[in-house]
């Protein structure tokens, strides 16, 4: 079912994707596309649970928008080990501005697809995402 904003449909990958982060902790973050030809969202890249938060920021091209999901482990005040999933709106001040407005006008019918966002980012540069800003708003 295509977007009515946008005309974007969402590939049942990115989905069952999501569905294996979520559930199994099967990945540490998922980075999404849209394919424009195929007026579709569709998966990237997945990261290993292995990979790192640097592995993460590395797999976002510096001039392109994404979507990515993240899944951010931390420890509590209270010493309790915890995550959270993350979901990042990755829409850089060098990419197009057709991209942007395409991806501004699927994000959130996108999101909706998602369900267990716990909390929602929009970054423009790698600053607006540092784990700085993941610890903050994990509290």
Avoid at 20 to 34: D, G, H, N, S
Avoid at 59 to 82: H, I, M
Avoid at 132 to 137: A, E, I, L, P, T
Wanted: net charge neutral.
């Amino acid at each position: 079912m295509a977007n009515a904003a946008s005309g974007m449909a969402v590939h049942d990958d990115c989905k069952l994707k999501f569905l294996e982060l979520k559930a199994k902790r099967t990945f540490r973050f998922i980075v999404f596309k849209i394919e424009e030809k195929q007026k579709q969202v569709i998966v990237e890249k997945l990261g290993e649970p292995s990979q790192t938060y640097e592995d993460f920021t590395a797999s976002l091209p510096a001039d392109e928008c994404r979507y990515a999901v993240y899944d951010f482990d931390f420890v509590t005040e209270e010493n309790c080990q915890k995550s959270r999933i993350f979901f990042i709106a990755w829409s850089p001040d060098t990419s197009r501005v057709r991209s942007k407005m395409i991806y501004a006008s699927s994000k959130d019918r996108f999101k909706r697809e998602l369900d267990g966002i716990q909390v929602e980012l929009q970054a423009t540069d790698p600053t607006e995402m540092g784990l700085d800003v993941f610890k903050s708003r994990c509290s």
